[in-house]
């Protein structure tokens, strides 16, 4: 029967495709940020202040972690493909916020947008590809779509450096942005197909427990969902460390927007390429072994950041946490959904992703903070810290039956 519904990623490969260059593009409105930020609240805004210029962090992660919450919660209501529009919808705006901001709270409000924008997006490409491939492929899945994300975020942050050192901080680098939510638009109203009758084909022999309060089992009380999700928050905690106060140490070393590009390009851009091997991985080896030894990674390179001012040995670095990031990120994902049945899932993610997210908002407060009571240094080191706490975590509390 031409209509009939079947799951895997051969059988759904033109949809998985076409998500999985959708993905790129949501991707590529974060990488428009990545390097260009301090230095334009800087120069744009007067803006000096570590907790000021990591404000747009703050309110970009609680924007995504919020839209990451009921995109979950909505998804079977209103259908994943409708929820995907309206994230564009809301992009469409942002470059424009951005090139003709007056004062630093549009930047602000711009930075709102993008995390829910975000928050409808990326949660509605992650679910659908969960959807369409079922439950035996559901790593490699989450790879390609991380890979493709985490790869434009690199490739956009570097491509905006190169822009605004040649041309200027305003307005070339947000031209992409223009591109970019555009086309991302118009691919999704005219080509995705919704993926809840993939749903319904997988509920029918799926043998998974049912949660009981999906919220609370997710967040606290299961000790895989639990455990993976603390990971997470803490995974982007790091991130938005990375993103705020990375460029800021490169500008104490006088490094020009060109080489902050291609430093802060390097960590996403391996992080996004990495993934196209880790996601098969974590569909045949522990998943609890994979994301202990990718947060001990993080950790451990980001320990020795402050240690050092050479470009070589930065990029090295930068590389490392790429790699231990991308030996988590799908992981995370895919032991969410494996240990969360098929009509509860969507829920799952997004509970999950809501926390994960939280991790840019207190990532962006303490890193701030810490950066204007003891320095960027001391900053990026109670970060590595805490990164392996979470490492720690893990390997205690998250059991291993649950994790292969």
Request: glycine share 10%.
């Amino acid at each position: 029967m031409p209509n009939e519904v079947r799951l895997g990623l051969q059988e759904n490969w033109k949809q998985f495709t076409l998500l999985v260059i959708i993905n790129a593009f949501v991707g590529g409105m974060v990488g428009l940020e990545r390097s260009i930020f301090p230095q334009f609240a800087e120069e744009s805004f007067g803006v000096t202040s570590h907790s000021a210029v990591l404000s747009f962090i703050v309110a970009f992660g609680l924007s995504k972690a919020l839209a990451n919450y009921y995109t979950g919660r909505l998804a079977n209501r209103f259908g994943r493909r409708n929820l995907l529009l309206a994230g564009w919808l809301l992009a469409i705006p942002i470059p424009f916020l951005l090139i003709y901001a007056g004062s630093w709270n549009w930047v602000v409000f711009a930075n709102i947008l993008l995390g829910l924008s975000q928050g409808l997006t990326w949660s509605s490409t992650v679910v659908m590809k969960i959807d369409l491939v079922g439950e035996k492929q559901r790593g490699l899945a989450m790879g390609l779509n991380e890979f493709s994300g985490y790869l434009a975020v690199g490739l956009v942050a570097f491509l905006s450096g190169y822009l605004a050192e040649q041309y200027g901080l305003v307005p070339y680098p947000f031209y992409l942005g223009i591109l970019i939510s555009v086309t991302g638009f118009f691919l999704t109203l005219f080509w995705v197909r919704d993926t809840r009758a993939h749903v319904q084909k997988e509920s029918k022999s799926d043998k998974t427990r049912a949660l009981a309060n999906v919220f609370l089992e997710t967040s606290f009380k299961d000790k895989t969902l639990s455990s993976v999700t603390q990971a997470g928050l803490v995974n982007n905690l790091n991130d938005g460390m990375i993103w705020g106060l990375l460029p800021m140490l490169l500008l104490t070393f006088a490094y020009d927007n060109e080489k902050i590009g291609a430093l802060t390009a390097i960590y996403p851009t391996v992080w996004g390429l990495g993934q196209l091997v880790t996601g098969k991985m974590s569909d045949h080896f522990p998943k609890k072994s994979m994301l202990f030894w990718g947060m001990l990674l993080q950790g451990l390179a980001i320990l020795c950041i402050p240690l050092t001012s050479n470009f070589s040995i930065l990029a090295l670095l930068s590389a490392v946490v790429g790699m231990g990031t991308a030996l988590v990120y799908p992981t995370f994902l895919s032991a969410i959904a494996s240990a969360s049945p098929p009509d509860q899932r969507a829920e799952s993610i997004g509970t999950f992703r809501l926390w994960r997210d939280l991790g840019y908002a207190f990532g962006a407060v303490i890193s701030g903070v810490a950066a204007d009571l003891l320095g960027i240094q001391a900053a990026i080191l109670i970060t590595g810290g805490l990164t392996l706490l979470s490492a720690g975590v893990l390997k205690v509390r998250m059991p291993a039956y649950r994790a292969t």
